[in-house]
C-alpha cells in the first residue's frame, strides 16, 4: 500500500495531471482477451552437424571435422560464422572429400592424432598444388613446417590481441582501431580464455600477436598455395562472445562499435574472397544495399504510448518504420501499477494499423528476470499473477509466464498480431530463455547488447545459451539506446558514428529509443535518420528478421554449365523473401530469372521467392 501510493505519487508529480492520478487510482484490472499459444515441442534440426551441411558444389569450402571422438567439439562456432558472412560450406569427415575443394578449414584443431603421416604428406601436396587452408590450434610435430612454427605455448592468461600492419589480404576488413586491437577477456579475471601462443618458422608471416609477443595469426605460402594458422578457437572468440559466457571481453557495454567477435567473421569472409576461384557470398543485406538500421522502442511505463504514435510519424515521414516492444503490465506491483489496459491498447491498435510492428517486453519488467525459474509452460492469464518485490525481486514469476502470457495479450488485444519477437526487461537473459520463446512461438530476441556480445552480425541463439546447438530463436543484439547519460538526443554524432563503422562490414545497427518522451528523443530521431547515407536499409526489426532468418535457412548452389562464361545460381527458400542479394568476384553482363543486376555487375538482388520454391537464375559472365 505504501510502496503503490509512492508510485502513484511520482506519477502524479511527473504529469502534473488530476486525471492521470484518478485513472491510476481508479483502477481495477480489467478483463483482457487472449489468444491460445500453444506449447510447441523443441525441434532438433541439426542434431547430425554433418547431415545438416552436405556437399553440393565446388565452390563450397569444406569443413574437415577433425574430433568426432566421445565428446567432440562441436563445428557450431564455425557454422556461425560462416552463414553469417554468407560463405557456401559442407562439413565433412571424409579428408580426401575435402581435399577435392580448393579451400579447406580444418576444425577445431589438429594433434598427432588427427592425420597419419601419409595423411599429412597428402595435406602437405594438397597446399603446394595451390590447396588453401585454415586451421585453428595445430599441435602436430609433423605439421610444423606445413604450418610455419616452431612450437607453441597454451596459456590462460593472453587477455589483448593486435592484428600487424602487412599487406596479406585476410586482414583488408580490418581498418579502424577497435578491430586492429581486440580484448580476449577482462584482465579482472585471473585467467581467461585458452590461447597457443606460437613461435612462428622461417618464412611464416605473423599477422596477429597476443600481449606476450607471441604469434597469435600466421601464415605460411608453400608451392603454389597457402596456410593459415590461428592460435585461438572459434568457440572462445565467436561462439562465447555470442552466447554471453565470456570473460566480459567488450570494452563497453553499449552504444560504442565493439566488434571482438567480428574480426574473426571478417577474417574469414576475406580469406575465402582472397582465394575463391570466381567467388560468390550471400549478402548480410537485403536490396544490394550497404547496411541496416532497425529501429525499436520499447514502451514500459505508462505514460509511454502515447508518445508512440509521434516517433511513428516522424519515421513515416523519413520513409521508415519501427518495432515497439511492449510491457504487458495488467497487475500492480512494489514497481509500477498496471497499465495495459484502454485508451493505452487503443494506441496500440492504432501503432500496429499504422504499419509498425509490435514485440513482447515481457509483463513485469523484472530487473531479476535473468533469475527466474523456467516455469511450467503453462502459465496463463489471468491465473498467472507475476509481482516485483523490489530491486531485483519478484514473486510468482517465470520466464514461460513472461513469455508466453505476454503474447497470449498481445496476440488476444491486437487485430492481426502474431508476437515473434522479444526483448527482456533491463536486458536481463536467462539461460532458459531461448527454450521458453521457441516453445511459445517466437522467432526473434532482442535482449542483449551488440558491444556485450561482442556482435554487430544477428546470430543464431544456441539453446541454454551453450555450445551445442542452435534454438529455433534468432537473436538482434541492441547497438545503441538512449538512456546513458548525456541522453541520446546528444549522442547523435556518436550513434552515427557506429553505424557507418558497422556498415562498412555489412553489419546492422539495433536502436532502441524509449518512448517515454518525444519531444527530445523524437526529434533526435529525426536527426540522425536525416544524415542517413542512403545505402543503409531504416527498417522496422520484424521486417529485417523475417529476412534474415529466410536468409539463413537458404539453400542454394551455383553450378558451372558446358558454357565457360555461364553459371547456373539455384536458389530454394522455404519462406517467402524479397531482397535477396548475391555478391559475385566475377563481373556479370546478364542475369535471368526477373533479378536485378547493380551497376557494378557484381551484385544480382533476387525477385521475391516464394515458399518453397526453387529458382534456376542464368548468370552470364562479361567476358
Ligand atoms: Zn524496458
Known amino acids: 500500500m505504501k510502496q503503490s501510493l509512492k508510485v502513484g505519487l511520482l506519477v502524479f508529480a511527473l504529469c502534473g495531471s488530476a486525471a492521470v492520478w484518478k485513472l491510476i487510482g481508479a483502477h481495477a484490472t480489467p478483463g483482457l482477451q487472449t489468444k491460445e499459444v500453444p506449447l510447441l515441442e523443441i525441434a532438433h534440426r541439426h542434431a547430425d552437424q554433418l547431415l545438416g551441411f552436405p556437399e553440393s558444389f565446388p565452390l563450397q569450402v569444406a569443413v574437415f571435422w577433425t574430433s568426432p ?46 592425420f597419419t603421416e601419409a595423411q599429412a604428406d597428402v595435406l602437405t601436396t594438397f597446399v603446394q598444388q595451390g590447396g588453401f587452408v585454415f586451421a585453428q590450434n595445430v599441435f602436430s610435430g609433423g605439421l610444423q613446417n606445413l604450418f610455419g612454427f616452431r612450437s607453441f605455448a597454451p596459456s590462460r592468461k593472453r587477455y589483448r590481441l593486435a592484428f600487424c600492419a602487412t599487406k596479406d589480404p585476410v586482414t583488408k576488413y580490418l581498418n579502424r582501431p577497435e578491430e586492429r586491437e581486440t580484448q580476449l577477456g577482462s584482465d579482472h ?35 603454389k598455395g597457402k596456410v ?4 585461438l578457437s572459434l568457440l572462445d572468440v565467436v561462439l562465447r562472445n555470442q552466447n554471453n559466457r565470456d570473460y566480459e571481453a567488450q570494452r563497453h557495454y553499449v552504444n560504442t562499435f565493439e566488434p571482438g567477435a ?35 522502442h520499447d514502451v514500459d511505463w505508462e505514460n509511454s504510448f502515447a508518445p508512440g504514435v509521434d516517433f511513428a510519424r516522424i519515421e513515416k515521414a523519413n520513409q521508415a518504420n519501427s518495432t515497439f516492444f511492449i510491457q504487458t503490465k495488467y497487475v500492480d506491483d512494489a514497481n509500477s501499477k498496471a497499465f495495459f489496459f484502454a485508451p493505452n491498447l ?19 519488467h523484472s530487473r531479476g528476470f535473468n533469475k527466474f525459474e523456467l516455469g511450467s509452460g ?27 502470457v505476454s503474447k497470449e495479450l498481445l496476440d488476444g488485444e491486437i487485430p ?81 558514428q557506429v553505424i557507418l563503422a558497422n556498415a562498412e562490414n555489412g553489419a546492422v545497427s539495433v536502436v532502441l529509443i524509449h518512448s517515454n518522451e518525444s519531444i527530445l528523443k523524437a526529434a533526435a ?99
Open 189 to 223: 579475471f585471473p585467467e581467461i580464455i585458452w590461447s597457443n601462443g606460437y613461435i612462428p618458422g622461417p618464412g611464416a608471416e605473423v599477422l596477429a600477436h597476443f600481449d606476450d609477443g607471441s604469434a597469435a595469426l600466421l601464415t605460411n605460402s608453400v608451392g
Open 69 to 114: 571422438g566421445p565428446d567432440p567439439e562441436n563445428p557450431l562456432p564455425l557454422v556461425h560464422s560462416l552463414k553469417e558472412m554468407g560463405i557456401p560450406f559442407f562439413i565433412t569427415r571424409d579428408f580426401p572429400q575435402a581435399l577435392r575443394h580448393r579451400l579447406v578449414i580444418l576444425y577445431p584443431s589438429v594433434d598427432s592424432h588427427t
Open 346 to 364: 487503443n494506441i496500440l491498435r492504432q501503432l500496429e494499423a499504422g504499419g509498425s510492428t509490435v514485440g513482447s517486453h515481457s509483463i513485469i
Open 525 to 623: 530521431e529525426q536527426d540522425l535518420l536525416r544524415q542517413l547515407p542512403p545505402d543503409i536499409v531504416k527498417t522496422d526489426m520484424l521486417t529485417f528478421a523475417k529476412f534474415w532468418r529466410a536468409r539463413d535457412r537458404l539453400e542454394w548452389s551455383l553450378a558451372a554449365t558446358s558454357i565457360p562464361t555461364e553459371a547456373v545460381l539455384q536458389v530454394k527458400s522455404d519462406e517467402s523473401v524479397t531482397g535477396l542479394t548475391f555478391e559475385f568476384e566475377r563481373p556479370i553482363e546478364t542475369v535471368t530469372g526477373g533479378a536485378t543486376m547493380f551497376p557494378d555487375n557484381r551484385h544480382v538482388v533476387l525477385p521475391e521467392l516464394a515458399p518453397g520454391h526453387s529458382v534456376s537464375l542464368h548468370i552470364n559472365y562479361l567476358h
Open 416 to 496: 492481426g498480431q502474431d508476437t515473434v519477437f522479444f526483448r527482456a526487461g533491463h536486458l536481463r537473459v536467462p539461460v532458459s530463455l531461448p527454450e521458453a520463446l521457441e516453445r511459445s512461438g517466437y522467432l526473434f530476441d532482442s535482449s542483449f547488447t551488440a558491444d556485450d556480445v561482442l556482435s554487430n552480425f544477428p546470430f543464431a541463439l544456441p539453446r541454454d545459451l551453450g555450445f551445442e546447438e542452435d534454438s529455433e530463436i534468432y537473436e538482434f543484439p541492441v547497438t545503441i539506446e538512449d538512456e546513458e547519460s548525456p541522453g541520446f538526443a546528444k549522442r547523435v554524432p556518436q550513434a552515427l
Open 262 to 296: 567480428d574480426v574473426w567473421l571478417l577474417v574469414l569472409r576475406a580469406w575465402y574472397e582472397a582465394y575463391g576461384k570466381d567467388w560468390v557470398r550471400l549478402s548480410t543485406i537485403p536490396g544490394g544495399q550497404r547496411s541496416a538500421l532497425l529501429l525499436s
Open 378 to 404: 503453462h502459465e496463463t492469464y489471468p491465473s498467472y499473477q507475476p509481482r516485483g518485490l523490489g530491486f531485483d525481486t519478484a514473486s510468482g514469476a517465470t520466464v514461460f509466464g513472461e513469455v508466453r
Open 228 to 231: 593459415y594458422l590461428l592460435g
